[in-house]
């Protein structure tokens, strides 16, 4: 069964609205949690490691202000597209990893959710 | 630099045809970890399998089976008697001390009936 839910799985919305994307660790508790974006035919791309009860460590490039990640529980991160454009549109992937960020640990995705911003 | 490098954008095989999967990493870590997940069209990453770098034996899961050569720096997944089920884009990924997961760009495979 799933371990990574995503909620939800497709959304479209207007230009200058905001939309929240629920990332949950349903098997186990995820002391980090991880998020992903992916345009069309390309690779992942990290975005930001998130972390339960701390904030977010994001990576360069990635606009913090635009792209709010919440851990607020061991099960649950959630990443806020603020005032999102046409250039937002994508695809993104949520993943978790039991225990601390340690290099031998699995990270399992999300189903992902397809963003449209019309 | 950490990286991977998955050469074959596309691939496209008949059914029952075996098809290689290639992955060309680069580290500096002694430890790390390398990964393959499938991609289907429906988007949801599922994890294959896991190695880590002090391993290189040889793994077959089913009609699946990875060739990792720390000479060559490669970690090559090898699909046996392909299905059009196997049809997805491939991912082989590099996990290092740093914790991050390094994405190769995917191979796209279709396997036709």
């Known amino acids: 069964g799933a371990v990574v839910s995503q909620h939800p799985s497709r959304v479209i919305c207007k230009s200058g609205t905001s939309v929240k994307i629920e990332c949950r660790s349903l098997?186990?508790?995820?002391?980090?949690m991880f998020w992903y974006r992916q345009f069309p035919k390309k690779s992942l791309m990290l975005m930001a490691t998130s972390n339960e009860g701390s904030k977010a460590t994001y990576e360069q490039g990635v606009e913090k202000d635009k792209f709010l990640i919440n851990h607020a529980s061991l099960t649950l991160s959630t990443l806020t597209v603020t005032s999102a454009h046409p250039e937002d549109s994508s695809f993104y992937i949520c993943s978790s990893q039991r225990g601390e960020p340690a290099v031998r640990e699995t990270q399992y995705f999300g189903p992902g959710t397809r963003l449209l911003v019309l | 630099a950490q990286k991977v490098t998955q050469a074959q954008t596309e691939i496209s095989v008949v059914e029952k045809e075996d098809v290689t999967l290639d992955c060309v990493y680069e580290?500096?870590?002694?430890?790390?970890?390398l990964f393959w997940y499938k991609q289907p069209p429906s988007g949801e990453l599922v994890f294959l399998i896991r190695?880590?770098?002090?391993?290189?034996q040889n793994e077959i899961s089913g009609r699946y089976s990875w060739n990792f050569q720390k000479s060559t720096s490669s970690f090559n997944f090898t699909i046996t008697a392909s299905q059009v089920v196997d049809s997805a884009v491939y991912f082989c990924?590099?996990?290092?001390?740093?914790?991050?997961?390094?994405f190769g760009q995917g191979t796209e495979l279709s396997v036709k009936p």
């Open positions: 580290t500096r870590d002694t430890t790390y970890y």
């Open positions: 990924a590099l996990r290092y001390q740093g914790g991050k997961l390094i």
């Open positions: 190695r880590n770098s002090f391993d290189e």
């Open positions: 098997d186990f508790q995820a002391t980090t």
